[in-house]
Protein backbone atom coordinates (compact mmCIF):
# COMPACT_ATOMS: atom_id res chain seq x y z
CA UNK A 1 0.00 0.00 0.00
CA UNK A 2 1.67 3.51 -0.78
CA UNK A 3 2.23 5.70 1.90
CA UNK A 4 -0.17 9.21 1.92
CA UNK A 5 2.95 11.53 2.56
CA UNK A 6 0.84 14.67 3.10
CA UNK A 7 -1.43 12.92 5.99
CA UNK A 8 1.88 11.83 7.85
CA UNK A 9 3.12 15.19 8.13
CA UNK A 10 0.37 16.78 8.63
CA UNK A 11 0.05 14.14 11.93
CA UNK A 12 3.39 14.90 12.94
CA UNK A 13 3.15 18.44 12.69
CA UNK A 14 -0.72 18.37 14.10
CA UNK A 15 0.96 16.23 17.47
CA UNK A 16 3.54 18.60 17.70
CA UNK A 17 1.45 21.60 18.00
CA UNK A 18 -1.12 19.49 20.39
CA UNK A 19 1.43 18.09 22.22
CA UNK A 20 3.56 21.75 22.84
CA UNK A 21 6.64 20.58 20.87
CA UNK A 22 5.76 23.84 18.53
CA UNK A 23 4.40 26.46 21.10
CA UNK A 24 1.59 29.26 19.88
CA UNK A 25 3.27 31.83 18.26
CA UNK A 26 6.24 29.68 17.46
CA UNK A 27 7.31 29.73 13.79
CA UNK A 28 7.31 26.58 12.34
CA UNK A 29 10.11 25.18 10.21
CA UNK A 30 10.88 26.67 7.02
CA UNK A 31 9.48 24.68 3.84
CA UNK A 32 12.80 23.55 2.65
CA UNK A 33 13.44 22.05 6.05
CA UNK A 34 10.65 20.05 6.14
CA UNK A 35 11.26 18.72 2.41
CA UNK A 36 14.64 17.92 3.83
CA UNK A 37 13.79 16.36 7.14
CA UNK A 38 10.56 14.43 5.91
CA UNK A 39 11.77 13.50 2.47
CA UNK A 40 8.73 14.78 0.75
CA UNK A 41 8.39 17.36 -2.28
CA UNK A 42 7.03 21.18 -2.12
CA UNK A 43 3.99 20.20 -2.95
CA UNK A 44 3.35 17.83 -0.03
CA UNK A 45 4.86 20.41 2.69
CA UNK A 46 2.38 23.27 1.40
CA UNK A 47 -0.72 20.41 0.97
CA UNK A 48 0.03 19.74 4.71
CA UNK A 49 0.23 23.58 5.69
CA UNK A 50 -3.26 23.70 4.27
CA UNK A 51 -4.70 21.39 5.88
CA UNK A 52 -3.54 22.51 9.49
CA UNK A 53 -4.90 25.73 8.40
CA UNK A 54 -8.30 24.95 7.84
CA UNK A 55 -7.92 22.82 11.17
CA UNK A 56 -7.47 26.24 13.12
CA UNK A 57 -3.98 24.98 14.13
CA UNK A 58 -1.81 27.33 11.86
CA UNK A 59 -1.37 30.64 10.69
CA UNK A 60 0.50 31.65 7.59
CA UNK A 61 1.72 34.87 6.70
CA UNK A 62 2.98 35.92 3.50
CA UNK A 63 6.21 36.80 3.44
CA UNK A 64 7.00 35.59 7.63
CA UNK A 65 6.18 32.01 7.01
CA UNK A 66 3.56 29.75 9.12
CA UNK A 67 2.95 29.52 13.07
CA UNK A 68 1.36 27.46 15.13
CA UNK A 69 -1.89 28.57 17.12
CA UNK A 70 -3.26 27.78 20.08
CA UNK A 71 -5.04 24.33 19.65
CA UNK A 72 -8.76 24.00 21.35
CA UNK A 73 -8.62 22.07 24.76
CA UNK A 74 -11.13 19.26 25.38
CA UNK A 75 -13.04 21.28 27.25
CA UNK A 76 -13.90 23.64 24.42
CA UNK A 77 -14.97 20.67 21.66
CA UNK A 78 -18.37 19.99 20.81
CA UNK A 79 -20.22 17.57 22.91
CA UNK A 80 -20.75 13.81 22.00
CA UNK A 81 -22.97 13.43 19.26
CA UNK A 82 -22.77 17.06 17.69
CA UNK A 83 -20.58 17.31 14.56
CA UNK A 84 -16.92 19.25 15.22
CA UNK A 85 -16.03 22.14 12.57
CA UNK A 86 -12.60 20.91 11.15
CA UNK A 87 -12.56 21.91 7.62
CA UNK A 88 -13.10 25.35 6.08
CA UNK A 89 -16.24 23.90 4.73
CA UNK A 90 -17.83 22.61 8.01
CA UNK A 91 -16.99 26.22 9.08
CA UNK A 92 -18.84 28.02 6.74
CA UNK A 93 -21.72 25.59 6.99
CA UNK A 94 -21.70 26.27 10.51
CA UNK A 95 -21.78 30.11 10.38
CA UNK A 96 -24.86 29.81 8.24
CA UNK A 97 -26.95 27.52 10.66
CA UNK A 98 -25.61 30.12 13.66
CA UNK A 99 -26.72 32.76 11.08
CA UNK A 100 -30.85 31.12 11.67
CA UNK A 101 -30.44 30.41 15.40
CA UNK A 102 -28.81 33.23 16.64
CA UNK A 103 -30.66 35.73 14.67
CA UNK A 104 -34.10 34.46 16.52
CA UNK A 105 -32.21 34.27 19.65
CA UNK A 106 -31.11 37.86 19.88
CA UNK A 107 -34.60 38.90 19.01
CA UNK A 108 -35.89 37.30 21.49
CA UNK A 109 -33.26 38.39 23.78
CA UNK A 110 -34.13 42.34 23.31
CA UNK A 111 -38.11 41.27 24.10
CA UNK A 112 -36.88 38.90 27.35
CA UNK A 113 -33.74 39.68 28.81
CA UNK A 114 -33.67 40.38 32.06
CA UNK A 115 -31.24 43.41 33.70
CA UNK A 116 -28.97 40.27 34.88
CA UNK A 117 -28.72 38.82 31.76
CA UNK A 118 -27.86 42.08 30.24
CA UNK A 119 -25.15 42.80 32.70
CA UNK A 120 -24.10 39.20 31.95
CA UNK A 121 -23.68 39.85 28.29
CA UNK A 122 -22.43 43.16 29.01
CA UNK A 123 -19.18 41.52 31.00
CA UNK A 124 -18.90 38.88 28.60
CA UNK A 125 -18.13 41.60 25.69
CA UNK A 126 -15.72 43.90 28.59
CA UNK A 127 -13.79 40.24 28.57
CA UNK A 128 -13.91 39.91 25.04
CA UNK A 129 -12.80 43.40 24.63
CA UNK A 130 -9.81 42.79 26.70
CA UNK A 131 -8.47 40.00 25.11
CA UNK A 132 -7.42 40.68 21.90
CA UNK A 133 -3.46 39.89 22.24
CA UNK A 134 -4.24 36.45 24.04
CA UNK A 135 -6.17 34.04 21.40
CA UNK A 136 -7.03 31.59 23.36
CA UNK A 137 -9.02 33.92 26.08
CA UNK A 138 -10.56 35.97 23.25
CA UNK A 139 -11.88 32.86 21.44
CA UNK A 140 -13.45 31.67 25.18
CA UNK A 141 -14.78 35.53 25.49
CA UNK A 142 -16.35 35.56 22.12
CA UNK A 143 -17.99 32.63 22.80
CA UNK A 144 -19.40 33.44 26.14
CA UNK A 145 -20.61 36.90 24.48
CA UNK A 146 -22.58 34.60 22.11
CA UNK A 147 -23.73 32.12 25.01
CA UNK A 148 -24.94 35.16 27.02
CA UNK A 149 -27.27 36.72 24.12
CA UNK A 150 -28.88 32.57 23.98
CA UNK A 151 -29.62 32.62 27.59
CA UNK A 152 -31.19 36.02 27.79
CA UNK A 153 -33.55 34.95 24.83
CA UNK A 154 -35.71 33.10 27.28
CA UNK A 155 -35.64 29.64 25.63
CA UNK A 156 -33.12 27.37 27.21
CA UNK A 157 -33.24 24.97 23.65
CA UNK A 158 -30.72 28.62 22.02
CA UNK A 159 -29.02 28.24 25.19
CA UNK A 160 -28.72 24.30 24.45
CA UNK A 161 -27.87 24.59 20.96
CA UNK A 162 -24.88 27.00 21.53
CA UNK A 163 -23.51 24.86 24.90
CA UNK A 164 -23.70 21.51 22.72
CA UNK A 165 -21.84 23.15 19.82
CA UNK A 166 -18.88 24.35 22.22
CA UNK A 167 -16.46 26.92 21.58
CA UNK A 168 -15.02 25.69 18.38
CA UNK A 169 -18.28 27.06 17.08
CA UNK A 170 -16.37 30.12 17.34
CA UNK A 171 -15.11 30.72 13.67
CA UNK A 172 -11.37 32.14 14.21
CA UNK A 173 -10.53 34.30 10.23
CA UNK A 174 -8.04 33.34 7.83
CA UNK A 175 -6.10 36.20 9.22
CA UNK A 176 -5.98 35.67 12.84
CA UNK A 177 -2.92 35.88 13.94
CA UNK A 178 -0.28 34.29 16.29
CA UNK A 179 -0.06 34.62 20.51
CA UNK A 180 1.04 38.31 21.50
CA UNK A 181 -0.37 39.69 18.46
CA UNK A 182 -3.99 41.24 17.93
CA UNK A 183 -6.52 38.26 18.05
CA UNK A 184 -8.31 38.91 14.41
CA UNK A 185 -4.72 41.68 13.50
CA UNK A 186 -6.25 44.76 14.17
CA UNK A 187 -8.77 46.13 11.46
CA UNK A 188 -11.06 42.61 12.25
CA UNK A 189 -10.60 42.76 16.07
CA UNK A 190 -11.79 46.58 16.10
CA UNK A 191 -14.85 45.19 13.64
CA UNK A 192 -15.75 42.21 15.49
CA UNK A 193 -15.94 44.36 18.72
CA UNK A 194 -18.25 47.11 16.88
CA UNK A 195 -20.36 44.27 15.76
CA UNK A 196 -20.81 42.89 19.18
CA UNK A 197 -21.65 46.23 20.59
CA UNK A 198 -24.24 46.93 17.97
CA UNK A 199 -25.81 43.39 19.29
CA UNK A 200 -25.58 44.46 22.36
CA UNK A 201 -27.20 48.32 22.00
CA UNK A 202 -29.83 46.10 20.02
CA UNK A 203 -30.75 43.72 22.69
CA UNK A 204 -30.43 46.87 25.93
CA UNK A 205 -32.73 48.46 23.77
CA UNK A 206 -35.64 46.30 23.54
CA UNK A 207 -35.78 46.18 19.67
CA UNK A 208 -35.86 42.87 17.93
CA UNK A 209 -35.63 43.46 14.74
CA UNK A 210 -32.68 45.56 14.92
CA UNK A 211 -30.90 43.03 17.58
CA UNK A 212 -31.32 39.85 14.73
CA UNK A 213 -30.69 42.49 11.89
CA UNK A 214 -26.94 43.01 14.28
CA UNK A 215 -26.28 39.20 15.25
CA UNK A 216 -27.25 38.28 11.24
CA UNK A 217 -25.08 40.67 10.33
CA UNK A 218 -21.99 39.87 12.51
CA UNK A 219 -22.10 36.18 11.42
CA UNK A 220 -22.27 37.02 7.95
CA UNK A 221 -19.18 39.48 8.41
CA UNK A 222 -17.62 36.50 10.00
CA UNK A 223 -18.00 34.01 7.00
CA UNK A 224 -17.19 36.46 4.58
CA UNK A 225 -13.65 37.13 6.93
CA UNK A 226 -13.61 32.70 7.14
CA UNK A 227 -13.52 32.81 3.57
CA UNK A 228 -11.08 36.25 2.92
CA UNK A 229 -8.06 35.19 1.52
CA UNK A 230 -4.75 35.51 3.60
CA UNK A 231 -3.39 38.91 3.32
Request: with cysteine.
Amino acid sequence: MSRNLTAELTADLRSRIVEGAIRPGEKLPSENTLITEHGVSRTVVRAALTRLQAEGLVATERGRGSFALTPPSASTTAAPGTRAPVTLEDRLHLLEFRMGVESEAAALAAVNRTDRQLKAAEAALADFVDSGEHPAHAMKADYEFHRAVAAASGNPFFLDCLTSLGQTMIAMPRTRLITGQPHYSGDHFAQVVHEHRSVLAAVADGDGPAAAAAMRSHLANSRRRMRAPQE
